[in-house]
């Protein structure tokens, strides 16, 4: 589902934003911090702090869905991933050692756009981090501008003419 070069760019420096929903559908978001993908892109784990975004892990459940955009600051390049959620845990080592990794590519590509560590080092946080780990099912180019919207990939499966 999320081809090498997709996996590159959402595992990248880009800012991550979690969209769920509770049972009355009322929407929720977060920021995560880092995404890892796996199985040949068929699964993916994204670390979000709990602290900072209680409703919209409170919203993560498995077999739920789960929106994800991930947007590169310097160019606006920008892809939404909708997927299942497949399960949840509290970060690992592994996990905590991906989020600073994540973190310090961030803040050095921030930094370079203008903005100050101040600006960003709330959200940038590594505590109470949890684990979703979820399943891609479609996947939709955001970047401002012709094609904005279009699907790229759908049901697990690219779509004709769908390139990123």
């Not at 892990?57 to 994800?68: C, R, S």
């Amino acid at each position: 589902m999320i081809d090498a070069t997709m996996a590159a760019f959402i595992e990248g420096p880009v800012m991550t934003v979690l969209a769920a929903r509770d049972d009355a559908l009322r929407p929720s978001i977060g920021r995560g911090i880092g995404t890892r993908c796996l199985a040949g892109g068929t699964l993916a784990d994204t670390l979000v702090p709990r602290a900072l975004w209680p409703a919209v892990t409170a919203n993560l459940h498995p077999g739920w869905p789960l929106a994800l955009t991930f947007v590169d600051a310097a160019s606006y390049q920008s892809f939404q991933v909708k997927a299942q959620i497949e399960a949840l845990a509290p970060a690992d080592a592994a996990d905590l050692d991906l989020a600073r990794r994540y973190r310090a590519l961030v803040m050095a590509k921030l930094t370079a756009l203008g903005v100050t560590n101040e600006q960003m080092a709330w959200w940038l946080s590594e505590r109470d981090l949890m684990r979703v780990r979820y399943r891609p099912l479609d996947l939709y180019r955001q970047t401002p501008g012709p094609g904005a919207g279009s699907r790229i990939v759908a049901g697990g499966a690219p779509v004709a003419g769908g390139t990123p």
